[in-house]
């Protein structure tokens, strides 16, 4: 079955970097588009990013574009979350999750890890 | 960007009762090519990731329970829940896929 394992979350300071990283499992990762969702501390879920299973296509929130990077290894089958610049308003819980369609990265997800936590504070 | 508004921001229902989720859209999610809503609905329960339950704004997805249903077309959705069971005690979130940024209502707590 489908598995993904995210790892990388701790405490960075305001202004560092931070590299998240999903190990993926159980489907053809490289026919799949894949995203970040973060979840704040008691909020609802914001979508971070998405890269189309050619890595070819990238789209950002505006909340990160210009700071965090998404990218894909197929060969390994892991996503990754480049994040730069950090600050306080990303402090949270970062899923990756996988898109249902082949056919299209615009679309639902089917599969979620179980997330890692991200703190930024000084 | 589409903006999601889900109504109420929480509900209390009895077991065994039902529960209605409304999902309002900004602009229609409606592929008028394919005539599709681009519309699916989520579970959270506390400590766990989000579960897909419904895509194409009424499909459910393998291994939901048939008490769960969708509706609604266009800027208009609902998540209905009947037969409501203890285990159902969650926050449900509608999402559009129509195009980026992929967006997602607030959420709406449901408790016994």
């Known amino acids: 079955q489908v598995q993904l394992v995210e790892s990388g979350g701790g405490v960075v300071q305001p202004g560092r970097s931070l590299r998240l990283a999903c190990a993926a499992s159980?489907?053809?990762?490289?026919?799949?588009?894949m995203h970040w969702v973060r979840q704040a501390p008691g909020k609802g879920l914001e979508w971070v990013a998405l890269?189309?299973?050619?890595?070819?296509?990238?789209y950002y929130a505006d909340s990160v574009k210009g700071r965090f990077t998404i990218s894909r290894d197929n060969s390994m089958n892991t996503l990754f979350l480049q994040m730069n610049s950090v600050f306080a308003d990303d402090t949270a819980a970062y899923f990756c999750?996988?898109?249902?369609?082949?056919?299209?990265?615009?679309?639902?997800?089917?599969?979620w890890g179980q997330g890692t936590l991200v703190t930024v504070s000084s | 960007d589409i903006v999601m508004t889900q109504s109420p921001d929480s509900l209390a229902v009895s077991l065994g009762e039902r529960a209605t989720v409304n999902c309002k859209s900004s602009?229609?999610?409606?592929?008028?090519?394919?005539?599709?809503?681009?519309l699916a609905w989520y579970q959270q329960k506390p400590g766990q990731p989000p579960k897909l339950l419904i895509y194409?704004?009424?499909t459910r997805e393998s291994g939901v329970p048939d008490r769960f249903s969708g509706g609604g077309s266009g800027t208009d959705f609902t998540l209905t829940i009947n037969n409501l069971q203890a285990e159902d005690v969650a926050v449900y979130y509608c999402?559009?896929?129509?195009?980026?940024?992929?967006?997602f209502g607030g959420g709406t707590k449901v408790e016994i």
């Open positions: 999750a996988k898109g249902k369609r082949e056919e299209s990265y615009y679309s639902d997800l089917d599969s």
């Open positions: 159980g489907f053809t990762f490289s026919n799949y588009g």
């Open positions: 890269i189309s299973g050619d890595t070819k296509t990238k």
């Open positions: 602009q229609s999610v409606l592929y008028s090519s394919n005539k599709k809503n681009y």
């Open positions: 194409w704004a009424s």
């Open positions: 999402q559009q896929y129509y195009n980026t940024p992929l967006t």
